[in-house]
Each structure stands twice: as structure tokens, then as C-alpha cells.
Nanobody
């Protein structure tokens, strides 16, 4: 079992930056990859970015490419999502989870979801 806890959300204006953290605990040696997803009110949960737990391979949704950066710090069992040039359409609850498949974009291929952290961007 792995537990994932997100933090770092908040309310900022468009153009600002936020850094989200996702700390893993438990059987972290079983982690192959970690992904970030987001869910806006009335919308499906959508893929944002994913990173391999070992190595540097990453994958991004087109909507965040060149604005968001996912990276990990294994010594702290933590994956970060650096979000720059935020836009109102980035407003959502952001979740992290452990991937079952290598850098999948499908939420069905993830488990051990965190509780989420709210990100609100005002124009």
C-alpha cells in the first residue's frame, strides 16, 4: 500500500506561479511512476503530467506543456508540479496518484489517489 498526500494549492491571480507537492509513504519501493491529474467542477478528471519514479522521463498534457514542470525528489519521496503562467482555466482540484502503466494518461491506470489540493486562478 502507498499513501499520497498533496499540498501547495491556493488562490492566485493569472500569470502567477504555484508549486504543488505530492509526498508518498508506505511501500514506495513499489512505485513505478507518479501522475498529476486535475478535476474542475462539472468536468472529468484529466491528466496533467507524469514522471518516472526512477529516471527523468516525463510526459505532459498539451494544455500545460511549456508552463508546468513535473519533477521528483526521491530522498523526500516527493513529486512536485511547478506551475507557471497560470490561467483561469487551470482552476481545479489537483490530485496525484501512483501509475500502474508507464506514464499513462488514463486515470484508470492509476491508484492510491491523494485527497487533492484546490488551485484557484482569478483573472
Amino acid at each position: 500500500q502507498v499513501q499520497m498526500v498533496e499540498s501547495g494549492g491556493g488562490s492566485v491571480q493569472a500569470g502567477a506561479s504555484l508549486r504543488l507537492s505530492c509526498e508518498a509513504s508506505g511501500r514506495t519501493y513499489t512505485i513505478d511512476s507518479v501522475g498529476w491529474f486535475r478535476q474542475a467542477p462539472g468536468k472529468e478528471r484529466e491528466f496533467v503530467a507524469a514522471v518516472m519514479w526512477k529516471g527523468t522521463t516525463t510526459h505532459y498534457a498539451n494544455s500545460v506543456k511549456d508552463r508546468f514542470t513535473i519533477f521528483r525528489e526521491n530522498a523526500k519521496n516527493t513529486v512536485y508540479l511547478q506551475m507557471d503562467r497560470l490561467m483561469p482555466e487551470d482552476t481545479a482540484v489537483y490530485y496525484c496518484a501512483v501509475g500502474l502503466s508507464r506514464l499513462s494518461t488514463l486515470k484508470e491506470r492509476y491508484r492510491y489517489w491523494g485527497q487533492g489540493t484546490q488551485v484557484t486562478i482569478s483573472s
